[in-house]
Nanobody, 127 residues
């Protein structure tokens, strides 16, 4: 069974930073990985993704330039460094994996493309 466990969420003031971490089963080295979030009353949305090959990343327009996704396939971890946080970044953040990416550079940006999910971690940004 694939396990994905997030950590690092919390409460932060606007303009602050948080580092989210995701520990995953070794098999996720072959997955494209991503961070997605769900704000209260809204649908889950893509935030950032990284390819299986590690060297390709992609960000939602709303976070580009502020967030950085990375992965260490030796440690089976995926991280999301979030800087210059805004109140609209508040939500539950999920680490997720796509077990069947198109190729080694593919980064899925749709929620439905991800077939393995963590339980989520809450991020709250106060104004």
């Amino acid at each position: 069974q694939v396990q994905i466990v997030e950590s690092g969420g919390g409460l932060v003031q606007a303009g602050g930073s948080l580092l989210l971490s995701c520990a995953a089963s070794a098999i996720t080295r072959t997955y494209a990985m991503g961070w997605l979030r769900q704000a209260p009353g809204k649908e889950r949305e893509f935030v950032a993704g990284i390819s299986r090959s590690v060297d390709h990343t992609y960000y939602a327009h709303s976070v580009a330039g502020r967030f950085t996704i990375s992965r260490d396939n030796n440690k089976n971890t995926v991280t999301l460094q979030m800087n210059s946080l805004k109140p609209e970044d508040t939500g539950i953040y999920y680490c997720a994996g796509d077990s069947n990416p198109w190729d080694s550079t593919a980064i899925p940006t749709t929620v439905s493309a991800y077939d393995h999910w963590g339980q989520g971690t809450q991020v709250t940004v106060s104004s």
